[in-house]
């Protein structure tokens, strides 16, 4: 898979050097010149933009600030302007909450343009409308295939700490009266818990 990463510090670089190992062509880009050196030595291609490092299938973003995202992002001959249509960016720094509602499902752009793939036009629809009635994809088969996901890993003895996450938000989900749901009433459940009103039961 082509993979274009972002960001070469302490952390990005180590994920950097993990995916060329598993032998992803790899792009690179890093604002300090010296960073993308070793990988460059093992084989990356070195990305003089952030835009000409996503080219590829996935775009990775591993940054220190805000800042920093909205360069790379946002800026001129920044990601969005070379992500090819069915291309995935993944922003893998903490941001804070209001670069996030300014990034937010860009819906607009995400499903009228070049992004007009249908996890963006009907799941981010749903949520934004919490229209969860009647549903695509019911919460009690979200919830049925993640404990069959979890159950094959720990066979292979295979830790999927983010699968038992949502495995817990679903069964808080079910216990809420919501199994009859679309799977994407998740966010009904992040909500509640952040104080919000939903039509669910109060958290335990």
């Known amino acids: 898979m ?3 990463f972002i960001g070469l510090g302490r952390m990005g670089s180590a994920m950097a050097a993990n995916l060329l190992a598993a032998g992803h062509a790899l792009t690179v880009y890093n604002r300090t010149a010296a960073k993308p050196e070793p ?14 490092a996503a080219q590829g299938a996935v775009a990775i973003t591993m940054l220190a600030d805000d800042h920093a995202v909205e360069d790379a992002v946002l800026g001129r001959d920044g990601i969005l302007t070379a992500l ?12 804070s909450v209001a670069l996030a509602e300014r990034l937010a499902q860009y819906l607009d752009l995400l499903t009228n343009t070049l992004f007009g793939a249908p996890v963006y036009k009907t799941y981010g629809a749903l949520i934004a409308e919490e229209r969860y009635h009647p ?20 066979g292979l003895e295979v830790p999927m700490p983010l ?4 495995a817990d938000r679903f069964l808080a989900l079910l216990a809420a ?7 994407s009433a998740l966010a009904l459940i992040a ?14």
């Open 135 to 154: 549903a695509g994809f019911k919460a009690e088969l979200g919830y049925k295939d993640v404990r069959l996901a979890l159950s094959a890993a720990q």
């Open 191 to 204: 909500k509640r818990d952040a104080g919000g009103e939903t039509p669910l039961g109060p958290s335990e």
């Open 84 to 95: 090819a249509p069915g291309a995935i960016h993944l922003s893998m720094s903490t941001i």
């Open 39 to 52: 990988l460059v030595s093992q084989g990356a291609h070195l990305a003089k933009t952030p835009g000409e």
């Open 2 to 4: 082509q993979v274009g």
């Open 163 to 166: 699968a038992s996450l949502i």
């Open 177 to 183: 009266r919501g199994s009859d749901l679309d799977w």
